[in-house]
């Protein structure tokens, strides 16, 4: 069965950092695109960062630029998004996507969904 199932979410106070790990069963890693997504209550989903099959681009929203990293280990079949100098505003559930897309670029729908992992930023 092909799944991903995310870990690393908690409470941190602002300005400080997480990992989130999106480790894949059923399939390897290798040219399939990894999206993050995250949703807040009362808000609609956005999709904060992906990391494209041929390894070779990364996206990130621009609320998330210079302080999320997205980056993926082939050999422990796990995507990683770190993120540093957290906001509230970064307090959500944090999804992480799959899909089997070879390409330079991210793309628009997603085959596997994670169950996500709550993050929540506060003093």
């Known amino acids: 069965q092909l799944q991903v199932v995310e870990s690393g979410g908690g409470l941190v106070q602002p300005g400080g950092s997480l990992r989130l790990s999106c480790a894949a069963s059923?399939?390897?890693?290798?040219?399939?695109?990894i999206g993050w997504f995250r949703q807040a209550p009362g808000k609609e989903r956005e999709r904060v960062s992906c990391i494209t099959g041929s390894g070779d681009n990364t996206y990130y929203a621009d609320s998330v630029k210079g302080r999320f990293t997205i980056s993926r280990d082939n050999a422990k079949n796990t995507v990683y998004l770190q993120m540093n100098s957290l906001k509230p505003e970064d307090t959500a559930v944090y999804y992480c996507a799959a899909v089997a897309y070879y390409s330079s670029s991210c793309p628009i729908k997603y085959d596997y969904w994670g169950q996500g992992t709550q993050v929540t930023v506060s003093s």
């Open positions: 059923g399939f390897t890693l290798d040219y399939w695109a």
